[in-house]
């Protein structure tokens, strides 16, 4: 019978300020952060957004990538209720100047292996990822298909170890190690033996910056940083070999002079075109 350790984490989504996300800035990992009240907020905040209007059905596709959506027709109240018994939370939000939309959302519960994807990964705990596993495991780390494993090791740092039950919890063993280090613990009886899984979130990857050396000068005296290096003159030829010609403009003709330039205006056009072909095609 599995095991849980008893220490508790509070999940990613705690704490979380939201005020700042908007439905154009919500993507289908960040929308796993947000609660129900938070999606019927940015909707009404942007009914009166055009673009909101013309590309709902892709709005739409994100927030159903971490809710279940019914739209309640007719502002009917016999259904309305009916969804909020099962857990929903109703809300309507203008769609345009003359009527309203009614939805019935629920976040999309987190309870079997299978739910976990790479989008809601790291939006859990380490607890709920102990409970997850608990709740659907019966052969031990190595029964999840690679997929799911590939999935966890994506948001958790996993490490297991199989040994007897009286081994186990050895004092200033690996278990007890892994417990101080913050890690959460589901055990996984096997017989005589137990093999202990161990989970820790990962830090969130820091994305790279450019970094600047402040001493560089961008004024008319530059400092030339190749000063003290020795001047390469392997490659270069032996001034005997050199003959300097003077151009001649006579022989610069239509077919052998080219210069390349951007006209301003032209990428911007394509790329707004592109984005419409996009928006669009979801």
């Known amino acids: 019978m599995a095991k849980k350790s008893s220490k508790s984490t509070k999940t990613t989504t705690e704490n979380q300020d939201n005020e700042a996300l908007s439905l154009k800035s919500i993507t289908k990992s960040s929308v796993w952060d947000v609660q129900e009240n938070d999606i019927f907020r940015m909707l009404e905040s942007s009914s009166k957004d055009a673009e909101m209007k013309e590309n709902l059905r892709y709005f739409a596709s994100i927030i159903r990538s971490a809710f279940l959506v019914e739209e309640v027709k007719d502002n009917d109240k016999a259904l309305a209720e009916k969804y909020v018994q099962q857990g929903y939370q109703v809300g309507s939000f203008n769609i345009s100047d003359s009527g309203k939309m009614t939805w019935a959302i629920k976040k999309r519960p987190i309870?079997?292996?299978?739910?976990?994807?790479?989008?809601?990964?790291?939006?859990?705990?380490?607890?709920?990822?102990?409970?997850?596993?608990?709740?659907?495991?019966?052969?031990?780390?190595?029964?999840?298909?690679?997929?799911?494993?590939?999935?966890?090791?994506?948001?958790?740092?996993?490490?297991?170890?199989?040994?007897?039950?009286?081994?186990?919890?050895?004092?200033?063993?690996?278990?007890?190690?892994?417990?101080?280090?913050?890690?959460?613990?589901?055990?996984?009886e096997k017989g005589l033996w137990v093999e202990a899984i161990f989970a820790k979130a990962k830090p969130a990857a820091a994305k790279p910056r450019m970094k600047f050396d402040s001493s560089y000068s961008f004024g008319d005296e530059e400092e030339d940083e190749d000063a003290d290096l020795p001047e390469d003159n392997y490659n270069r030829p032996d001034e005997d070999d050199i003959e300097l010609e003077e151009p001649n403009d006579e022989d610069i003709t239509?077919?052998?002079y080219r210069t390349t330039f951007s006209i301003d205006g032209e990428d911007d056009e394509e790329d707004a075109e592109g984005l419409s072909d996009y928006l669009a095609d979801e």
């Not at 079997?112 to 019966?138: Q, W």
């Not at 190690?177 to 589901?186: N, P």
């Open 111 to 188: 309870m079997r292996v299978t739910d976990l994807t790479y989008e809601n990964i790291r939006h859990i705990s380490a607890a709920k990822l102990i409970e997850v596993l608990d709740r659907n495991f019966g052969g031990g780390w190595e029964s999840l298909s690679q997929s799911i494993q590939d999935i966890i090791e994506s948001g958790f740092d996993i490490s297991t170890t199989t040994l007897p039950k009286d081994r186990l919890h050895k004092k200033g063993g690996m278990y007890e190690k892994k417990v101080a280090d913050g890690y959460e613990v589901l055990e996984v």
């Open 254 to 256: 239509e077919d052998n």
